[in-house]
């Protein structure tokens, strides 16, 4: 059977709607359409709804609170077994103070014992909670003060006693208030020096190596990730960086000593030519000074023969010696050519291996060692924070066609074009990297799946407006993705192989479009 082509699909979409008596609604329009091309209809999650639903449920007791957390949390993951369980839970919290009309038909009646042992009870919770909150604030805040340590230990006591009294409890709070503010300001110089000093070191480390352009690379790289606001996402980042440095340094360091080591060999070797040179032609002008003194003394031919004879053996002996000083003259040179070859040839390689060990050297985005990299960080960060991460996989849509049409060149062209605009739509947070052709992944932490569906679609409606130009002609480019929100069990790559099928039904749904896998 031959497959439908979209516009057939639409076409017979808008028949069946008409023989049907439906009422054209966008969700009617896409039931016929994903029943006609075979595309299994799957109702989306309703978070919006219930977020209202959720805001508007009374909190009057502690249960309440925590259940209300749940159900945040439950709509967040797009979870129908965490809102069922969450909602289940809330009503199993009563109200601790009665209704507003026993109230007033009661007012001069006694409480009642059980609703004072309740009140106790949330007073005691409220105070372990704020304990716990101070105790989960304290290593932010050091131990370098002893004072605002015992201070602490002091407050923590106090909020954990059976029978704490409200008014002193109150009275302890305004007074270490007080003190925190002292404590956070100092904490707050403390970091912003520390991070002048970083980029102290930084900059000085690039003032001083004018000459490698890698290094210098890097520091700007190190400058920017080590700039406010600061997260432990972007230390992790700067920790590797700056590993990278100490590493490519190392290795710069010890290729330039082997290289001044065989320069000083080369000119030892050369000075002691030069003066086994000068001794040689030293010898040579006395033996000539002295064949000189015999030649005048000789009285016939025979004095003089043996004196010619021993002048030509020591000019040859001197020419030999002349011509051998020469050819490891000419070697040494030519050695110490290749040696500043060789260190000009490192030079590239570390501007090369800076550059491309970890981007694409079309788009700049991250290649797919770097997408490993990050995609683990993330990974990890989510399982040490009990956050969020979802991952968006992008395919350009109709790119063979792109590309046999109007060249490679403008292909390339188009996954610039891509790369810049999402870039520009993306959080500091998040991470673009280049999957492979023309597709590409978005990292996208703390975003549950709708959020980054909902930053899919965004991104597809600013390529709407951006074209570029191929010659005189503007070009649109649009893609079709799919988005995964990763899970406590899977691998970092699953959650990619989810998304890229979710991306291959958006393209069978008709391209343009983002699902969620």
């Given at each position: 059977?031959?497959?439908?082509?979209?516009?057939?699909?639409?076409?017979?979409?808008?028949?069946?709607?008409?023989?049907?008596?439906?009422?054209?609604?966008?969700?009617?329009?896409?039931?016929?359409?994903?029943?006609?091309?075979?595309?299994?209809?799957?109702?989306?999650?309703?978070?919006?709804?219930?977020?209202?639903?959720?805001?508007?449920?009374?909190?009057?007791?502690?249960?309440?609170?925590?259940?209300?957390?749940?159900?945040?949390?439950?709509?967040?993951?797009?979870?129908?077994?965490?809102?069922?369980?969450?909602?289940?839970?809330?009503?199993?919290?009563?109200?601790?103070?009665?209704?507003?009309?026993?109230?007033?038909?009661?007012?001069?009646?006694?409480?009642?014992?059980?609703?004072?042992?309740?009140?106790?009870?949330?007073?005691?919770?409220?105070?372990?909670?704020?304990?716990?909150?101070?105790?989960?604030?304290?290593?932010?805040?050091?131990?370098?003060?002893?004072r605002f340590v015992d201070q602490t230990h002091q407050l923590v006591q106090a909020l954990r006693k059976p029978d704490a009294d409200a008014l002193t409890v109150k009275t302890m709070l305004v007074n270490y208030s007080?003190?925190?503010?002292?404590?956070?300001?100092?904490?707050?110089?403390?970091?912003?020096?520390?991070?002048?000093?970083?980029?102290?070191?930084?900059?000085?480390?690039?003032?001083?190596?004018?000459?490698?352009?890698?290094l210098k690379g890097q520091m700007d790289a190190l400058m920017s990730v080590s700039t406010p606001p600061l997260s432990l996402r972007r230390l992790d980042e700067l920790e590797r960086l700056l590993s990278d440095v100490i590493f490519k340094q190392k290795d710069a360091k010890y290729k330039a000593l082997e290289a001044q080591d065989e320069m000083r060999r080369m000119l030892a070797m050369f000075i002691e030519r030069l003066a086994q040179m000068n001794q040689s032609t030293g010898t040579f002008q006395s033996k000539l000074e002295e064949s000189a003194r015999l030649i005048e003394q000789a009285k016939s031919l025979a004095d003089i023969a043996p004196v010619l004879k021993e002048v030509v053996g020591t000019t040859r002996n001197m020419a030999q010696e002349s011509q051998l000083s020469r050819e490891q003259l000419g070697a040494m040179q030519e050695r110490a050519k290749q040696t500043e070859a060789e260190l000009a040839k490192l030079h590239k390689e570390l501007d090369r291996v800076s550059l491309q060990a970890r981007h694409d050297a079309l788009t700049g985005a991250l290649n797919r060692k770097g997408l490993d990299e990050a995609l683990n960080r993330e990974v990890s960060t989510v399982r040490r924070n009990a956050s969020v991460l979802s991952v968006?996989?992008?395919?350009?849509?109709?790119?063979?066609?792109?590309?046999?049409?109007?060249?490679?060149?403008?292909?390339?062209?188009?996954?610039?074009?891509?790369?810049?605009?999402?870039?520009?739509?993306?959080?500091?947070?998040?991470?673009?990297?280049?999957?492979?052709?023309?597709?590409?992944?978005?990292?996208?932490?703390?975003?549950?799946?709708?959020?980054?569906?909902?930053?899919?679609?965004?991104?597809?409606?600013?390529?709407?407006?951006?074209?570029?130009?191929?010659?005189?002609?503007?070009?649109?480019?649009?893609?079709?993705?799919?988005?995964?929100?990763?899970t406590d069990e899977e691998q970092p790559g699953d959650a990619i192989r989810r998304a890229d099928q979710a991306m291959y039904l958006a393209k069978r749904a008709g391209k343009n479009r983002v699902l969620g896998a």
């Open positions: 059977m031959v497959e439908k082509r979209s516009f057939e699909i639409a076409r017979e979409t808008l028949k069946q709607l008409t023989a049907r008596k439906l009422v054209p609604t966008p969700a009617n329009y896409q039931s016929v359409y994903n029943e006609i091309a075979g595309i299994p209809s799957i109702q989306p999650f309703p978070a919006d709804f219930l977020r209202d639903l959720a805001q508007s449920l009374p909190l009057k007791t502690p249960g309440q609170q925590k259940q209300k957390g749940l159900l945040d949390y439950a709509i967040d993951r797009l979870s129908w077994d965490g809102v069922k369980s969450a909602l289940v839970g809330y009503g199993a919290f009563a109200p601790v103070v009665a209704p507003e009309e026993s109230v007033v038909s009661h007012a001069a009646a006694p409480v009642p014992e059980a609703s004072v042992v309740q009140a106790s009870a949330l007073t005691n919770e409220f105070f372990a909670q704020i304990a716990r909150l101070i105790e989960y604030a304290q290593p932010a805040l050091g131990n370098d003060d002893a007080h003190r925190l503010s002292f404590a956070a300001e100092d904490q707050a110089e403390i970091r912003n020096g520390l991070l002048k000093l970083l980029h102290l070191v930084f900059t000085n480390i690039s003032e001083l190596s004018l000459d490698e352009q890698w968006a996989l992008l395919d350009i849509d109709n790119f063979k066609k792109l590309n046999d049409t109007l060249g490679h060149a403008t292909g390339d062209i188009a996954l610039a074009h891509l790369a810049t605009v999402a870039k520009e739509c993306m959080r500091p947070q998040d991470t673009l990297a280049r999957y492979g052709g023309e597709e590409f992944v978005i990292l996208l932490p703390d975003t549950p799946l709708d959020k980054g569906i909902e930053a899919m679609t965004r991104l597809q409606r600013e390529l709407t407006k951006r074209f570029f130009l191929s010659g005189t002609e503007k070009v649109l480019i649009t893609f079709s993705a799919g988005v995964a929100q990763v």
